[in-house]
């Protein structure tokens, strides 16, 4: 995230997913369907789809205790080291959903943003497409195109039932908070509202009284406990939780913290599908969708960045689970791109997000039945 002001451009930019809309779309699915979109900041695909790196289990990495995070993480097969690293994804959504972006399967999924950070990122899975000129920084700017959860929010059914609660200070921002007028709860912020559960109410405290590892981001937990509450009280049908340490720990150099901040990425996955299915509201009408903003390097010396220098960067991974979502698995001979997850996101909730933003791509291809 920490690329400043590279400096906005003022061109119009008229790039879109022109071939992917040539693709026939699929039957919409049920209207009374709810989607949770998680993401990952930076997470790279190598540890996605192979779990720990042995070569980075490291003093060079930044681990401190290498034999004991290669106790934890490393096995013989990378089968089982992905399972030990993320068991929800590779042992339910690998089996009950789908996965891409697995490039042993001639299946790469990649950002389409030359930039290769935070914002440009964001703002193209949410809005379908890359704008290169006009979001070019991760600055404190109002993204002038529209996302699909201010799309959503206007749609009928889904008013006031749209959030966003995350990590990163820069959110409110790139969701265009208040034009879309969603809830937007993020960085190192206390809950809003007057109508505020007890368990808010110490989160509240535990944000004031947590150290600061980053000015502009919260850590995974505070947003993760957060997101859970607002989920309970609110019942969003659409909501959407950005978790950011992963790349935090990239930056500094931590792979250990790196790996244990997926480690519990996955394990919330874990709780938030469970408690889905303990809740009338979204037992067996929910989608949970999963993605990273970008990828990182794929060197022992560059993995702990990304941009537009930085060669590998623009490759990255999703997966997606919920009732509408046919078991294939890791998906073979199928390309992805960033840009096609605002459509998907629409689509699993019922929604045609090309029909009212043309320059989206289209959603993932095969994603639903
Ligand atoms: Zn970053």
């Given at each position: 995230m920490r690329r400043w002001l590279v400096g906005i451009g003022s061109v119009v930019c008229l790039i879109a997913g022109m071939s992917s809309r040539l693709i026939a779309a699929d039957p919409p699915g049920r209207s009374d369907s709810n989607v949770i979109y998680i993401t990952w900041d930076g997470f790279r695909w190598q540890e996605f789809f192979g779990g720990a790196q042995e070569l980075y289990i490291s003093?060079?990495?930044?681990?401190?205790?290498?034999?004991?995070?290669?106790?934890?993480?490393?096995?013989e097969t990378e089968q089982e080291r992905r399972e030990v690293l993320l068991p929800f994804v590779w042992t339910v959504i690998a089996k009950q959903g789908q996965i891409f972006g697995d490039q042993s399967q001639n299946s790469p999924a990649r950002?389409?943003?030359?930039?290769k950070f935070s914002y440009p990122g964001y703002s193209e899975m949410f809005c379908g497409f890359p704008d290169d000129e006009r979001i070019a920084s991760?600055?404190?700017?109002?993204?002038?195109?529209?996302?699909?959860?201010?799309?959503?929010?206007?749609?009928?059914?889904?008013e006031g039932k749209v959030a966003g609660i995350a990590t990163w200070d820069v959110f409110p921002f790139i969701l265009n908070e208040g034009r879309a007028k969603i809830y937007v709860h993020a960085g190192i912020t206390p809950i809003p509202g007057n109508d505020l559960s007890d368990r808010q109410l110490l989160l509240n405290d535990m944000i004031a009284d947590t150290v600061t590892l980053w000015p502009d981001n919260q850590i995974d937990a505070i947003t993760i406990q957060a997101a859970r509450e607002y989920l309970i009280r609110k019942k969003p049908r659409v909501l959407f939780i950005g978790l950011g340490e992963t790349d935090e720990w990239g930056h500094g150099r931590r792979y250990d913290r790196y790996l244990n901040a997926a480690h519990r990425a996955d394990d919330f996955l874990r709780r938030l599908w469970d408690l889905l299915q303990s809740m009338p509201e979204y037992k067996g009408k929910t989608s949970i969708v999963i993605a990273p903003d970008h990828?990182?390097?794929?060197?022992?010396?560059?993995?702990?960045?990304h941009g537009?220098?930085?060669?590998?960067?623009e490759y990255i991974w999703s997966a997606a689970l919920g009732p509408d979502i046919p078991a294939l698995g890791v998906r073979k001979e199928t390309e992805a791109t960033l840009s096609q997850i605002a459509a998907s996101l629409a689509k699993l909730v019922g929604e045609d997000f090309n029909a009212a933003s043309p320059k989206s791509a289209k959603p993932l291809s095969g994603l639903m039945k």
């Open positions: 003093k060079d990495a930044g681990v401190t205790d290498v034999a004991g995070v290669k106790k934890r993480f490393l096995r950002i389409e943003n030359k930039h991760n600055g404190k700017f109002p993204n002038p195109n529209v996302t699909v959860l201010e799309f959503l929010n206007g749609r009928p059914g889904f990828g990182r390097g794929g060197t022992i010396r560059d993995w702990t960045d537009a220098k930085v060669e590998g960067a």
